[in-house]
């Protein structure tokens, strides 16, 4: 049994109280939190992190991310979604290989934990996803994870574009391989890329699969007007969701990521199928998507969280400086119906987490949930001064990746005062470097070809 003890710090718990305790400590024993409260004392623990002046919060859950992308971080620049994904992003996932799709995913892995982010939502591409998994394994991060399903539409190189029965074998052989593996820290979800790289036929199965099984379905949705309104040809004048919706998908372990172009029916849809949405707002505001009103999903009871989505269209994973965005483009959208700095607290914990199906297990700091838990030091330039009272609106405002001090994920210390633990970001960032010249490279020659 290995113990971790976290002590003296201001403790944001997330639980159903939102309490905040001050001078509080936290024990971990191997993965878990079993005592939270003022000098726990006993046996000694195996590790003390003295965390005066610090505070603890729950490590942050994403629920969009595409880890595959991230070697293309500034290969994509100043295009709309369908020729972003049509002449730059889909010719460069169809160039992976296995090795290159491990260095993307696991220099991802290293921004994120950086950043606090503890637990994941990916959407893999279409070929090599065990790579994405075998890097998630060795990082220790904890991720739900899904092969891109991609079967039909426009713009799709030979590469990506499968037959549906070859999307549907390749999502249960990988759900076989990986789901509830290394104590259950790694998941399976199945992700239908979107409504205009899939088959009716293909959707269908894989919401089949997915109720079947007992896991997320995750795709993208109403992300882009024109992606929208092409939609809405094709259904016969349904919405994006309204569709997604005819074909079974929305359920309470249903995620759609950015739901921007909403219309009335679809906001009482996600109500009453209990769907989650993930918010993306540097990903809607780089593409030049729109953005979505989040204010409005909340009042109608829809379970809104947030994700960074994939580098080449953010350009960076740091989930902080996407909750600020979002609280900020909340007052923008409707000034007299503001996201509190508490409500977009929630975004990335506690309603991250019940969008996974894991709220039971994280996402607030509660006894018996497991220890995925960050401490941040607010006592910096850029969130001093700040006060306990007001502790939301310095984390969600103020604070950025160079206050996040220790990164723990499942009793473990995966990143501390400068260094992550579990990778070797030296030979990574050099790997990513040569992959992503070598990338460059060939979209050049099929430019001029």
Same mark, same amino acid.
Request: aromatic share 6%; net charge positive.
């Given at each position: 049994?290995?113990?971790?003890?976290?002590?003296?710090?201001?403790?944001?718990?997330?639980?159903?109280?939102?309490?905040?305790?001050?001078?509080?400590?936290?024990?971990?024993?191997?993965?878990?939190?079993?005592?939270?409260?003022?000098?726990?004392?006993?046996?000694?623990?195996?590790?003390?992190?003295?965390?005066?002046?610090?505070?603890?919060?729950?490590?942050?859950?994403?629920?969009?991310?595409?880890?595959?992308?991230?070697?293309?971080?500034?290969?994509?620049?100043?295009?709309?979604?369908?020729?972003?994904?049509?002449?730059?992003?889909?010719?460069?996932?169809?160039?992976?290989?296995?090795?290159?799709?491990?260095?993307?995913?696991?220099?991802?892995?290293?921004?994120?934990?950086?950043?606090?982010?503890?637990?994941?939502?990916?959407?893999?591409?279409?070929?090599?996803?065990?790579?994405?998994?075998?890097?998630?394994?060795?990082?220790?991060?904890?991720?739900?994870?899904?092969?891109?399903?991609?079967?039909?539409?426009?713009?799709?190189?030979?590469?990506?574009?499968?037959?549906t029965e070859w999307c549907i074998r390749t999502s249960m052989d990988l759900f076989k391989a990986w789901?509830?593996?290394?104590?259950?820290?790694?998941?399976?979800?199945?992700?239908?890329?979107?409504?205009?790289?899939?088959?009716?036929?293909?959707?269908?199965?894989?919401?089949?699969f997915a109720k079947e099984n007992g896991v997320v379905i995750h795709t993208h949705a109403s992300e882009?007007?024109?992606?929208?309104?092409?939609?809405?040809?094709?259904?016969?004048?349904?919405?994006?969701?309204?569709?997604?919706?005819?074909?079974?998908?929305?359920?309470?372990?249903?995620?759609?990521?950015?739901? #921007?172009? @909403? =219309?009335? +029916?679809?906001? $009482?849809?996600?109500?009453?199928?209990?769907?989650? *949405?993930?918010?993306?707002?540097?990903?809607?505001?780089?593409?030049?998507?729109?953005?979505?009103?989040?204010?409005?999903?909340?009042?109608?009871?829809?379970?809104?969280?947030?994700?960074?989505?994939?580098?080449?269209?953010?350009?960076?994973?740091?989930?902080?400086?996407?909750?600020?965005?979002?609280?900020?483009?909340?007052?923008?959208?409707?000034?007299?119906?503001?996201?509190?700095?508490?409500?977009?607290?929630?975004?990335?914990?506690?309603?991250?987490?019940?969008?996974?199906?894991i709220a039971n297990e994280v996402g607030s700091i509660e006894v018996g949930k497991h220890a995925d838990? #960050?401490? @941040? =030091?607010? +006592?910096?330039? $850029?969130?001093?001064?700040?006060?306990?009272?007001? *502790?939301?609106?310095?984390?969600?405002?103020?604070?950025?990746?160079?206050?996040?001090?220790?990164?723990?994920?499942?009793?473990?210390?995966?990143?501390?005062?400068?260094?992550?633990?579990?990778?070797?970001?030296?030979?990574?960032?050099?790997?990513?470097?040569?992959?992503?010249?070598?990338?460059?490279?060939?979209?050049?020659?099929?430019?001029?070809?």
């Amino acid at each position: 049994m290995k113990t971790l003890l976290l002590k003296n710090a201001t403790v944001v718990t997330m639980d159903s109280k939102r309490r905040v305790l001050t001078n509080a400590d936290v024990y971990i024993e191997d993965n878990l939190i079993r005592k939270i409260g003022k000098r726990i004392t006993g046996k000694a623990a195996d590790k003390t992190i003295d965390c005066t002046g610090k505070t603890v919060i729950p490590g942050f859950v994403q629920t969009h991310i595409h880890l595959c992308q991230t070697l293309f971080r500034g290969m994509a620049e100043e295009a709309e979604l369908l020729v972003w994904l049509r002449e730059r992003v889909w010719p460069l996932e169809a160039m992976h290989t296995p090795e290159t799709l491990y260095t993307t995913a696991l220099l991802g892995i290293a921004e994120l934990v950086r950043s606090g982010t503890t637990c994941i939502l990916d959407m893999g591409t279409v070929n090599h996803t065990s790579s994405v998994f075998e890097a998630v394994k060795s990082s220790g991060i904890r991720a739900t994870v899904g092969n891109a399903m991609m079967d039909t539409g426009d713009g799709i190189p030979a590469g990506l574009k499968q037959e549906t029965e070859w999307c549907i074998r390749t999502s249960m052989d990988l759900f076989k391989a990986w789901h509830n593996t290394v104590d259950q820290r790694i998941r399976y979800a199945f992700t239908p890329r979107f409504a205009l790289s899939c088959s009716q036929e293909l959707i269908r199965k894989a919401v089949y699969f997915a109720k079947e099984n007992g896991v997320v379905i995750h795709t993208h949705a109403s992300e882009n007007y024109n992606e929208t309104n092409i939609v809405k040809t094709l259904s016969g004048g349904k919405g994006n969701v309204e569709y997604l919706h005819s074909l079974g998908v929305l359920t309470n372990k249903t995620v759609l990521a950015h739901c #921007v172009w @909403l =219309n009335d +029916n679809e906001y $009482n849809l996600l109500n009453s199928t209990g769907a989650s *949405v993930a918010h993306c707002p540097s990903s809607n505001l780089k593409l030049g998507s729109g953005i979505a009103s989040t204010r409005r999903m909340k009042d109608a009871g829809i379970n809104v969280t947030i994700g960074t989505d994939g580098a080449p269209c953010n350009n960076n994973l740091n989930v902080l400086t996407e909750l600020r965005i979002a609280g900020l483009l909340a007052r923008y959208k409707d000034i007299t119906h503001i996201l509190s700095s508490r409500e977009v607290m929630e975004l990335a914990t506690v309603n991250g987490a019940k969008a996974l199906g894991i709220a039971n297990e994280v996402g607030s700091i509660e006894v018996g949930k497991h220890a995925d838990v #960050v401490v @941040l =030091n607010l +006592n910096k330039p $850029n969130t001093v001064p700040y006060r306990v009272e007001d *502790v939301y609106s310095a984390i969600v405002y103020s604070a950025g990746a160079e206050n996040v001090d220790t990164t723990i994920i499942d009793g473990k210390v995966v990143y501390n005062n400068g260094k992550v633990l579990t990778i070797n970001e030296t030979d990574v960032t050099a790997s990513a470097m040569r992959f992503a010249k070598r990338f460059y490279d060939k979209v050049k020659k099929s430019k001029k070809g």
